[in-house]
């Protein structure tokens, strides 16, 4: 299958400092980009869908000036977290689709944020 | 609204014992795909299956079969004579869009820690 690389796989960072995690699409061209977040033991939930070229679509509750999301080409999706807090420590983690009718949605490992 | 339901939150067996994850799903569409992914201790989500509303073929692959099920909702997956290996979470998920547009989310069950013992 395709291949998305997420970087970095694991971050530490000062409460009030940003955090950009970059979702990469090594093989194709990916016109949509999924970011989702994972608690400890808990499901992956949708955070916003990126759009290339265009602005993110946020979920209900997901604050878009507090995780910034751009989609500048076809192959590199990022999300910053801004002036971080430790209840943002989470497990993000994105997906990528290949442009074109009925594909695929591949995953990237993941990113593990721990704000301190 | 869409929503996937493992009532399974923990399975613990032993190697080489057979094990069944349970997946029922709630969805208003009629065109849908299903999915079971594999996250092991490190993070990643494996893809392991997908499967669309109009194919109601059960699919063997190796160790793995799965068993979809319009009638009752559910799309539970088997894993055969199962292995060490195998210990991780299992998250089954639904897709309401196959047309090909913008919105292909995927809504994941809460996930099935299975741990296998040797």
């Known amino acids: 299958g395709a291949v998305v690389s997420q970087h970095p796989s694991r971050v530490i960072c000062k409460s009030g400092t940003s955090v950009k995690i970059e979702c990469r699409s090594l093989?194709?061209?990916?016109?949509?980009m999924f970011w989702y977040r994972q608690f400890p033991k808990q499901s992956l939930m949708l955070m916003a869908t990126s759009n290339e070229g265009s602005k993110a679509t946020y979920e209900q509750g997901v604050e878009k000036d507090k995780f910034l999301i751009n989609h500048a080409s076809l192959t590199l999706s990022t999300l910053t977290v801004t002036s971080a807090h430790p209840e943002d420590s989470s497990f993000y983690i994105c997906?990528?689709?290949?442009?074109?009718?009925?594909?695929?949605?591949?995953f990237g490992q993941g990113t593990r944020l721990t704000v301190v | 609204a869409q929503k996937v339901t493992q009532a399974q939150t923990e399975i613990s067996v032993v190697e080489k014992e057979d094990v069944t994850l349970d997946c029922v799903y709630e969805t208003r569409d009629t065109t849908y795909y299903l999915f079971w992914y594999k996250q092991p201790p490190s993070g990643e989500l494996v893809f392991l299956i997908r499967r669309n509303s109009f194919d109601e073929q059960n699919e063997i692959s190796g160790r793995y079969s799965w068993n979809f099920q319009k009638s009752t909702s559910s799309f539970n997956f088997t894993i055969t004579a199962s292995q060490v290996v195998d210990s991780a979470v299992y998250f089954c998920?639904?897709?309401?869009?196959?047309?090909?547009?913008?919105?292909?989310?995927?809504?994941f069950g809460k996930g099935t820690l299975l741990t296998v013992n040797p």
């Open positions: 093989d194709f061209q990916a016109t949509t």
């Open positions: 997906s990528a689709r290949e442009t074109g009718l009925n594909t695929e949605a591949f």
């Open positions: 998920a639904l897709s309401e869009d196959t047309s090909g547009g913008s919105n292909y989310k995927l809504t």
